[in-house]
């Protein structure tokens, strides 16, 4: 292992998260539009490319990988990344190898996930109603993440749900969710809905805008909450609910401001390294990746350039009644 990755504000950069494709099967509303153009496949890193470059980056001391998208799933032989992956865990150089998806491959990778070495996966899922589901993943079809789920669970991975909390659409669920996850031993975070993406509105977003605050309110209606001491040094804040004994997170983004605890940063299936969630700075590692292909030194020397680039902290903000901050890239780009 090189020297490890400190950022300007003395943050040490632990945990990285990878997109590795831009496509998905599902189309939700607050992430794609409809008729969606994807990337051409050169302008994508190959799979052995994706290898290098985490690789890299667990040399530098990142700990802790997840994979993303778009739907991590769809991209084709993904598992051979994962499997090439599962020797930094089995050196221990790498703690955690772990993806968020939507759930609808999950039958077909769950076993695979947990042999490589996988023990965690979030589950993307907003709503227990079908038809609620098809209208906001829009081509998405809830059995088939429900079944998915149940095989992710009997492969002995841990699963978490990640629900965004979009106003008048999952309110009425707050309670049957919640119930839902209890049952299955799944964990829960909520997610505040975030400005993102340029031609589904910010005005929308707005709309949808459900603050986790007042999620929170309502479910210590039903149940005693309590909050726990922060233990990620990540943008979720944890509750005890006592009376069946869940941890639920809430991932505010907006209304609360967690940068100064930020260890990540996001990797694009480009290439492209974003220092930050909510800032447009990031810098190009394809060009290194490419331009020396036998030779990481370039590469290393790329990764370091960029973490002296990461900014303090974002700018989103809700409070003046637009979405100032607004990011203009889709989050399937940076991959949530
Ligand atoms: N396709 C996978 C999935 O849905 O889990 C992984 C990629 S998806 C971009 C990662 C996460 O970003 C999902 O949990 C999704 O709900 C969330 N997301 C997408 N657009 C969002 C937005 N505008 N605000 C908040 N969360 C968003
Ligand atoms: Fe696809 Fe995930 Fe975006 Fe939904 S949130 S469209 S599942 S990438």
Redesign the pocket.
């Known amino acids: 292992m090189t020297a490890p990755l400190i950022d300007p504000f003395m943050r040490p950069i632990s945990y990285l998260r990878v ?1 590795v494709t831009d496509r ?1 099967d ?1 189309r ?1 509303v ?3 539009s409809e008729n969606m153009t994807f990337l051409p496949k050169k302008e994508l890193l190959t799979l052995e490319e994706l290898d290098r470059l985490c690789t890299a980056f667990v040399d530098m001391g990142v700990e802790k990988l997840r994979i ?5 799933l769809v991209r084709r032989n993904i598992m051979q990344f994962f499997h090439g992956m599962s020797r930094h865990l089995e050196s221990g150089a790498l703690k955690e190898l772990t ?5 609808s491959q999950l039958t077909r990778f769950a076993k695979d996930l947990y042999a490589a070495g996988v023990r965690r996966v ?3 899922l ?1 709503t227990l109603d079908e038809e609620k589901f098809a209208k906001v993943t829009r081509w998405g079809r809830l059995p088939a993440v429900l079944r998915g789920i149940d095989a992710a669970l009997e492969a002995g991975l841990r699963v978490k749900l ?3 909390a979009l106003k008048g659409f999952n309110e009425d669920e707050l309670f049957s969710i919640t119930e839902w996850c209890a049952d299955r031993g799944v964990d829960l975070t909520w ?7 340029d031609d ?1 509105g910010s005005e929308m ?1 707005l709309d949808q805008y459900w603050k986790l605050t007042d999620l929170r309110e309502r479910l210590s209606d039903q149940y005693t909450v309590t909050d726990l001491p922060d233990s990620t040094g990540g943008p979720a804040r944890y509750v005890r609910l006592e009376e069946t004994g869940q941890r639920i997170g809430f ?1 505010t ?1 907006l209304s609360h401001n967690f940068c100064e605890s930020c260890n990540r940063v996001r990797l694009t299936c480009t290439g492209d390294l974003f220092m930050c969630l909510g800032q447009e700075d990031y810098a190009d590692l394809r060009a290194p990746l490419r331009n020396h292909p036998g030779d990481d030194a370039a590469l290393e020397a790329a990764i370091r350039e960029a973490i002296t680039h990461k900014p303090k902290g974002h700018d989103f903000d809700y409070s003046r009644q637009k979405a100032d901050g607004k990011m203009m890239r ?3 780009h ?3």
């Open positions: 997109s998905c599902f939700c607050y992430c794609m993303t998208g778009g739907e991590p993806l968020t998806t939507n759930g979030n589950v993307s907003d990640n629900a965004v997610i505040e809905v975030m400005p993102m993406g589904i977003r991932i983004p889709h989050m399937s940076t991959g949530g």
